[in-house]
Structure formats: structure tokens, C-alpha cells
């Protein structure tokens, strides 16, 4: 392969939407993959995921993953299976949650196989193959990735392990966001600051749109618990497994020991989340002060009297005959999958429950339609009414909001020259891509799923 002259970005997903993040970087003639994700939210984005990929994996020379969440990880095995044959860059925390995430996926496709009928995209051998080609690095590593092109991981402070990444050749310098998390999270430590990079790579997914204050955060989470306990039905929390549903454990620990928490049955109602635990336990070297200085003095800042994890099918099931007022928190967090749906069919037409959305729902999954008002929604082809309360705490996203992201590249080491706004509905990438422009002169473009830039 001779060398190109240029440096050129081809994105592959989470153009135009939040899910299937894929871009693939082409400098020094190498070519270098940022993220291999599973696109997510209603039938026609879950099919794209069986389509071929639109480069040849075989022609890859690295692939580079940002965090472990089933949109940045979730067709890794495909591109295995489809010819991929060289390394992952990754770190140690995000080699673990991502095997625990595709395994999970697998077995979600399996039952829905032999549900449904839909076909299977990879099986567990395929992950296994995943863990062989792993190679992992720490926080602020310099890393050789492919000859020419060197690569740092810093930290995003968006789920465990999670990075940003900033890869450098003879063609420049380019920064790539992964997902970059919340200001003031519990657990994680803060996102590091952004290098000098040409070209940026930013998410966009909360472009348009500012949270509630960290402190209104546990106050909104105490509110909601006692209007659901007062209603006297189901509090149900749909909560991505890895990262959401570790702070909301944090919180409602906290909550719990300050004596305010209603004394209600709780239930971890999620396998993957529990079996992720294990691995927050493990990797104490991501923990901020405050959650290592709990560790260290021997307290379990995950769990709290009155909470249950629930890991077996039977335990789930035995949920349903708890009589009064109780809370679960189930996956998946956009309703696409997983126990939660259970649980709404069940509770969705109880005026009495309560239903919280404590993340981002994505266009075409079931959680969006109910954020959205829908009377009535389809599950498993039942025709299911929306009775209960539905209620949002934006504070809890493990997304940062646009003051967050504007503030993240304003105190870069030094301006990017040219920004794209990545992994956002559009209109918020171009909210965002216009307050960067607006506010700092810095072109900024939202480009569109198969488009590429040539710097």
C-alpha cells in the first residue's frame, strides 16, 4: 500500500444518530478504526447491523475502542468473523465490561432467535476470538498502533475504563471523544483535558441541551422514590447495566445512609449489571478519591439493606409477587431489550407505578415512544396501554450536556483547527457545531453515516 499524502475520515455510524459508532481513520497509509459499535433502536437499525461493513476488514491495521457500551463494542466479533485479524487497543477495565457485554448480547440474540426467528449476528466463539487479538494499555500510554502512527488513551470519566483517545502521524493530529462523561460524577474520576489536536472527533448526543444541577441530583432522585412509594405501585428504572446503574446504586447507598431512603424491597434486577460489579470491585485504579476512600475503609458503596440482586430468572419472577410499593432497576436502559420489558408489560397500563428514565432513548427504541407520550406501545406484538407516570432526570446521564462539551474544547491544550460532531440525533450536533463555531471559530461540520473528509 503507498502511502497517502492526506489524512482522511470516513464515518461508518453514529453519523446522524447516537448508536453504531464507526469511523475509520486513513494517515501514512495505514488504516485505523475508532470504535466497531451495534447500531441500536427500532428494526431498521438493528438489521444495518448484518450488513457488511462498507471497508474491507482485512485491509485494517488496528482498531482502537474507546469504552465498552454495546453501541462503541457491540460488532466487534463481526468484523472478527469478517476478516479482522490484527489488534484491539483497549484498557484493562474496558477489555473486561466489553466481554461481559458481548457475551450478554449473545445471549439476548439467542433467546430472541429462538423467540422470534432473528437471526444471530455472532456467538461466543466469536467473542472469544475478540479477547485474543485484546491488547491493553493504561491511561496516558503513548501506544505505536500501527507503524507511523502513535496513540494516547485519557481518561472520559464516562463509565469505567472508559477513554478519549489522541492518535498522532507525519499527517497530523487527531483527537477522538469515545463518550465523555457527566461533570461531577460519583465513582469515576473527572474527564481529563483535551491535548493539541488538529482535527476533533466529538460526541454530540446532549448538544442541545443542558442537565439539572448536581445538587438537584439526589434531591429529584428522594422525590421521585417517595411519589412512586405514595402512589403505592412499581418504581420502575430502566438503566443501562455498565456505569448508570453502578451511580444510581451509589446514590440511593448515599441516600441510604443519610436515613432518608423510603424503606421499600429493591431489586437489582439485571445479570450483566451484577456480574459488572465484580469488575468496579476489581479495578480500584479508576475510582475517584472519594468512592477508593470508601473502599479502603471497608464499605460497600454498591449496595444498602432493603436491595436485592436478582441474577437468576426465578428471582426475577418472584419480583411480581411483592405486594405494595417497590423499586427495580432493570437493563436495558432504552427499553430494547432485556428484563425491564418484562416488567412494563406488567406495570406500564398501573396508574399507580412510576417509570423513570435516567438516560438517553434513543430515535425507534421502546423508551423513546413511551419518553415521547405514546398511549399505547407494542411488546412482544402485545398491544400494551401507558398508564403509569412517566418522569426523566437528565442529571443522571453518563453523557456530558453541551456546557460540559463546549467547556471540554474550550480548555483544550490548544484549539483543534476543525471539529466534527459525532454520535447526536442531528439537531444536536448542529446545535452544538454552531454554538463551537459561534463562540470559538473553529469550522465545525456534522457529517452524514458513509460520508468522508479528506484533511
Known amino acids: 500500500m503507498s502511502n497517502i499524502e492526506y489524512m482522511k475520515i470516513t464515518f461508518h455510524g453514529a453519523a446522524g444518530g447516537v448508536t453504531g459508532s464507526c469511523h475509520l481513520l486513513e494517515t501514512v497509509g495505514k488504516k485505523i478504526l475508532l470504535d ?27 482498531l482502537i475502542v474507546t469504552h465498552a457500551h454495546l453501541d462503541h463494542v457491540g460488532r466487534i466479533p463481526k468484523l472478527i468473523r469478517d476478516g479482522y485479524t490484527g489488534p484491539i487497543y483497549l484498557t484493562y477495565g474496558t477489555k473486561e465490561l466489553a466481554l461481559l457485554v458481548l457475551e450478554d448480547a449473545v445471549h439476548i440474540m439467542e433467546e430472541n432467535e429462538e423467540k422470534y426467528g432473528t437471526p444471530v449476528l455472532y456467538t461466543l466463539e466469536d467473542v472469544e476470538r475478540v479477547e485474543k487479538q485484546c491488547k491493553c494499555v493504561e491511561y496516558h500510554d503513548t501506544i505505536p498502533v500501527a507503524d507511523g502512527v502513535i496513540a494516547i488513551w485519557k481518561d472520559a470519566g464516562h463509565i469505567l475504563g472508559s477513554a478519549f483517545v489522541e492518535l498522532e502521524s507525519a499527517d497530523g493530529r487527531v483527537g477522538f471523544s469515545g463518550d465523555l462523561g457527566n461533570n461531577n460524577v460519583p465513582i469515576l474520576r473527572d474527564t481529563d483535558q483535551l491535548g493539541n489536536v488538529d482535527v476533533l472527533l466529538i460526541e454530540s448526543t446532549y448538544g442541545d441541551r443542558v442537565h439539572e444541577g448536581e445538587d438537584e441530583k439526589k434531591k429529584i432522585i428522594l422525590e421521585y422514590i417517595e411519589d412512586g412509594v405514595k402512589r403505592g405501585g412499581t418504581i420502575m428504572i430502566p438503566s443501562f447495566s455498565i456505569e448508570r446503574t453502578q451511580e444510581i446504586l451509589y446514590h440511593l447507598h448515599e441516600l441510604s445512609e443519610d436515613g432518608t431512603l423510603p424503606e421499600i424491597p429493591m431489586f437489582l434486577d439485571s445479570p450483566l449489571a451484577i456480574k459488572a460489579i465484580s469488575v468496579y470491585e476489581k479495578h480500584k485504579e479508576y475510582l475517584d478519591r472519594e468512592a477508593l476512600e470508601q473502599v479502603q475503609s471497608g464499605e460497600n458503596f454498591l449496595q444498602f439493606p432493603n436491595l436485592k440482586f436478582t441474577e437468576t430468572v426465578n428471582e426475577s419472577k418472584n419480583i411480581n409477587h411483592i405486594i405494595g410499593p417497590k423499586l427495580i432497576i432493570a437493563g436495558s436502559g432504552m427499553m430494547n431489550g432485556g428484563r425491564i420489558v418484562h416488567h412494563a408489560i ?7 407505578s412510576l417509570l423513570i428514565f435516567v438516560g438517553y432513548q434513543a430515535e425507534g427504541t421502546l423508551g423513546r415512544k413511551i419518553y415521547n407520550g405514546a398511549e399505547k406501545v407494542h411488546i412482544f406484538d402485545e398491544e400494551i396501554p401507558v398508564k403509569c407516570t412517566v418522569k426523566a432526570i437528565g442529571a443522571l446521564s453518563a453523557h456530558g450536556d453541551q456546557e460540559k462539551l463546549v467547556s471540554w474544547v474550550r480548555n483544550a491544550e490548544k484549539l483543534p483547527k476543525k471539529i466534527y460532531c459525532v454520535h447526536g440525533e442531528p439537531n444536536a450536533a448542529t446545535t452544538l457545531a454552531h454554538r463551537l463555531k459561534d463562540e470559538m471559530n473553529i469550522p465545525s461540520f456534522v457529517p452524514e453515516k458513509g460520508e468522508s473528509f479528506e484533511i
Open 36 to 62: 466497531c459499535g451495534m447500531f441500536q433502536g427500532g428494526e431498521f437499525n438493528e438489521k444495518m447491523n448484518h450488513d457488511d461493513f462498507a471497508f474491507n476488514p482485512e485491509s485494517l491495521d488496528a
Open 346 to 352: 406488567r406495570y406500564l397500563p398501573d396508574p399507580n
